[in-house]
């Protein structure tokens, strides 16, 4: 993967959906900030449903296809066909990484990354009319980071700079940050998973013949 590549197409597709891009972040920061206020645990799964749905929402916009009802963007994963399987995941998700974090904290950061691509892949295979079980998209997306997730953290980190200058704007920098960030993501994941999970053929250009690591 080419880290300046993904970066510079993010901010052509960016460029003339700045307005739309921060909109959507800030009522996304605001809703969950809310729900996670009032509800406690309840609004932690309700947040990572609304990641899911942010992320979904980019993934689509790499495509070309733009939501522009903020409120259907944000509760993606809300809907009848994707809320069981994207909680599962993300629940399984979080319950891994933190197993494995209570280890030590490489071994949580490194199957963060390891399971990064969960819900890109869950909603690829949910799109295509397949069905998702418990785990699935966790081990595809282990599988598929097999040999990439040092590339993967350093992409994260090529951020750093722009994060911290974010914090001297008292945060309100990361309404920019965010989409960039994960518009540059949804391309990474396109790139490395080609149509994989879709039920088309696989690009060539991607090697995703390594063997698979435990959970």
């Known amino acids: 993967m080419n880290r300046e590549n993904l970066k510079t197409q993010a901010k052509s597709l960016l460029s003339g959906n700045w307005q739309w891009a921060v909109i959507f972040s800030l009522l996304t920061a605001i809703i969950t900030g809310v729900i996670s206020a009032l509800t406690g645990g309840i609004g932690m799964i309700v947040g990572g449903l609304i990641f899911a749905g942010y992320a979904y929402?980019?993934?689509?916009?790499?495509?070309?296809?733009?939501?522009?009802?903020?409120?259907?963007?944000?509760?993606?994963?809300?809907?009848?066909?994707?809320?069981?399987?994207?909680?599962?995941?993300?629940l399984l998700q979080t319950i891994f990484t933190f197993l494995w974090s209570l280890l030590l904290v490489i071994p949580g950061i490194i199957k963060a990354l390891a399971y990064s691509q969960a819900f890109y892949i869950a909603k690829d295979l949910l799109d295509s009319g397949q069905e998702v079980a418990?785990?699935?998209?966790?081990?595809?997306?282990?599988?598929?980071?097999?040999?990439?997730?040092?590339?993967?953290?350093?992409?994260?980190?090529?951020?750093?700079?722009?994060?911290l200058l974010c914090i001297f704007t008292f945060g309100i920098g990361f309404l920019w940050l965010r989409p960039y960030m994960q518009t540059t993501n949804a391309l990474y994941y396109r790139q490395l998973a080609g149509n994989r999970f879709r039920g088309k053929p696989v690009a060539t250009d991607v090697n995703l013949t390594n063997e698979p690591e435990m959970i």
Do not use: C
């Open 57 to 90: 929402t980019f993934l689509d916009f790499t495509a070309g296809q733009r939501e522009n009802n903020y409120f259907t963007a944000m509760f993606a994963a809300f809907t009848s066909i994707r809320f069981i399987p994207v909680f599962l995941t993300w």
């Open 134 to 163: 418990a785990t699935e998209a966790i081990t595809k997306s282990r599988e598929l980071m097999d040999g990439h997730k040092w590339e993967f953290f350093v992409l994260q980190l090529s951020f750093l700079g722009w994060a």
